[in-house]
């Protein structure tokens, strides 16, 4: 049997005039204690009889005190007989949180497990979190990227209501068999292999950002599963140094693809991606040891590089006097850009191989037809690269992370390989020739 004596505090409230209620509480050998009950009284309210609080009935706060009071010392006994069951639980800090009980009932409550999120509502919740969601290079999703998971999102909804005839479906039940099927449905759509891979990527990343409660039992992100994104090297053209002279002196009289054309040309002897192009200005050039460079930070990745300034850039710096004008949607640039490189005469024929629906297929196109603004970088990366420049010297002005993603940039057949390693041979040979002399 539990005792619960009371006492008032001496500790007197200097606004309210009040003091808290304590509790002495004996429930046995050795569990004594002296709580606070966090209820507050008038000094004139209390009894030294039995009655601890005096029946005032003409005082509603004093009643008020008095009536909770007994619902306190009423819980606690409860509280004590369901818990004599295990009395090694009964110590200071367990009442404390009884009384806490008392006063903060439903903080209390048992809460719900929260029900895991089936694949859609995944894709949706990912979706939704994406603005505000902070990328490795420190900014928020942009919204071409939003755009890529909401169509990700609605061929997951299409292939779920013909394939699957449901709406949705549990995040465990995304393996294997899932992978394959999928992937053969987007195929049906014509899909290339790369635009194939990109949504199983989105798809991936959609799994791994829940809890891993949820996604522990997913074996589409299992490796062992080997549901692997798919992708594949295109093959991409790229300008030679010729052909980018050739554009630079080919004489276009309408403006704006007079603009365009110099826009490519810095674009392809710096390296930049378009979405940096608005960057290569006045206020961004340093000057190290008598030479001009960009020092800029990039868009899409955050790096900070230091680019040189070679002829042809300063050329067209110069024909603007340091103001480029503005650049126009990338769409809009690589419209304008074929119709450049046409006027050019880059129309020879070249054989694109790519799988479209699962099938490799090769496609002849005019190369004017297949440059966009990222064929400058390409450019850039392929002909620093035939000049003997060694990958990692052009990968930190290229921005590149790793060896592997900046050669996929680069297009090289394999007689220019080879005629690259005999000049660097050559060039190593006649070095050490002259030394010894």
């Known amino acids: 049997?539990?005792?619960?004596?009371?006492?008032?505090?001496?500790?007197?409230?200097?606004?309210?005039?009040?003091?808290?209620?304590?509790?002495?509480?004996?429930?046995?050998?050795?569990?004594?204690?002296?709580?606070?009950?966090?209820?507050?009284?008038?000094?004139?309210?209390?009894?030294?009889?039995?009655?601890?609080?005096?029946?005032?009935?003409?005082?509603?706060?004093?009643?008020?005190?008095?009536?909770?009071?007994?619902?306190?010392?009423?819980?606690?006994?409860?509280?004590?007989?369901?818990?004599?069951?295990?009395?090694?639980?009964?110590?200071?800090e367990w009442i404390e949180q009884e009384i806490d009980r008392f006063h903060n009932p439903d903080k209390y409550?048992?809460?719900?497990?929260?029900?895991?999120?089936?694949?859609?509502?995944?894709?949706?919740?990912?979706?939704?979190?994406?603005?505000?969601r902070i990328q490795r290079n420190g900014k928020h999703v942009s919204p071409h990227t939003i755009q890529h998971l909401r169509q990700t999102q609605k061929h997951v909804a299409r292939f779920l209501a013909e394939k699957r005839n449901v709406t949705d479906m549990e995040i465990k039940e995304v393996d294997k068999t899932f992978y394959n099927q999928f992937v053969e449905f987007l195929y049906e759509l014509g899909f290339t292999l790369n635009t194939v891979g990109k949504h199983l990527k989105n798809i991936k990343s959609m799994i791994n950002a829940l809890p891993m409660a949820q996604r522990i039992e997913c074996a589409f992100i299992d490796p062992k599963e080997k549901c692997v994104n798919l992708s594949e090297d295109i093959d991409n053209v790229y300008l030679t140094e010729s052909e980018l002279s050739i554009l630079g002196n080919c004489e276009i009289k309408t403006p704006y693809l007079d603009r365009v054309r110099d826009q490519f040309i810095l674009l392809a002897w710096t390296g930049c991606r378009y979405s940096d192009l608005d960057k290569l200005r006045k206020e961004n050039i340093i000057e190290i040891s008598g030479s001009h460079f960009f020092k800029l930070k990039q868009q899409k990745t955050g790096n900070d590089v230091i680019i040189p300034i070679f002829p042809e850039s300063q050329r067209i710096l110069e024909k603007y006097e340091y103001n480029l004008p503005?650049?126009?949607?990338?769409?809009?640039?690589?419209?304008?850009?074929?119709?450049?490189?046409?006027l050019a005469e880059l129309d020879d024929e070249v054989i694109i191989k790519r799988t479209e629906g699962g099938v490799l297929k090769e496609n002849v196109l005019k190369r004017y037809e297949c440059i966009s603004a990222h064929t400058a970088r390409r450019s850039f990366a392929t002909n620093l690269y035939l000049r003997g420049f060694d990958s990692m010297s052009i990968m930190q002005i290229t921005g590149h992370r790793t060896e592997s993603a900046f050669l996929t940039y680069i297009k090289v057949t394999r007689e220019q390989n080879a005629a690259r390693m005999m000049q660097q041979f050559l060039a190593q040979t006649n070095n050490k020739s002259a030394n010894i002399l």
Do not use: H
């Open 109 to 132: 409550v048992p809460q719900e497990e929260s029900k895991p999120l089936t694949l859609c509502e995944a894709i949706a919740q990912y979706i939704a979190e994406s603005p505000k």
């Open 1 to 92: 049997m539990a005792t619960f004596t009371p006492s008032l505090s001496a500790k007197v409230d200097k606004e309210t005039k009040r003091s808290e209620i304590l509790l002495r509480f004996c429930g046995g050998k050795g569990k004594v204690f002296r709580i606070k009950t966090r209820i507050f009284v008038a000094k004139e309210w209390v009894s030294t009889g039995k009655k601890f609080l005096k029946d005032l009935p003409t005082n509603p706060e004093a009643q008020k005190a008095s009536t909770k009071f007994a619902e306190l010392t009423t819980f606690l006994k409860r509280s004590f007989e369901a818990a004599c069951s295990n009395p090694e639980q009964i110590s200071k």
């Open 326 to 342: 503005r650049p126009m949607a990338n769409q809009k640039f690589n419209l304008y850009l074929k119709e450049v490189c046409k």
